[in-house]
Nanobody, 116 residues
Framework: QVQLVESGGGLVQPGGSLRLSCAAS????????MGWYRQAPGKQRELVATTTTDGSTNYLDSLKGRFTISRDNAKNTVYLQMNSLKPEDTAVYYC??????????WGQGTQVTVSS
């Protein structure tokens, strides 16, 4: 059972930046996919970005250039750097992991609010 703990959410003004962190309870070297999803009020959960152990990354098209995902295997942590934030980025952001022969895991979510 992989436990994921997010941190770094909060209130930020439009145009600002935040960095989310997701700490895993075990080595992420063995977790094939890690990433971030988000869910805004009244909307479905959507993929934000993922990264794999072989270095591949995938982003929601509309976020390319503003958001960057990275993983630090030594710290068992995945990060999401979010720049030029917009009010429409307001959502609960969830950390996600997929491990072979085990399935998927989710964090509890962290709120990101972009407002002046």
């Amino acid at each position: 059972q992989v436990q994921l703990v997010e941190s770094g959410g909060g209130l930020v003004q439009p145009g600002g930046s935040l960095r989310l962190s997701c700490a895993a309870s075990e080595s992420i070297f063995m977790i094939y996919v890690m990433g971030w999803y988000r869910q805004a009020p009244g909307k479905q959960r959507e993929l934000v970005a993922t990264t794999t152990t072989d270095g591949s990354t995938n982003y929601l098209d509309s976020l390319k250039g503003r958001f960057t995902i990275s993983r630090d295997n030594a710290k068992n942590t995945v990060y999401l750097q979010m720049n030029s934030l917009k009010p429409e980025d307001t959502a609960v952001y969830y950390c996600y992991a997929w491990k072979r022969r085990a399935g998927e895991y989710w964090g509890q979510g962290t709120q990101v609010t972009v407002s002046s």
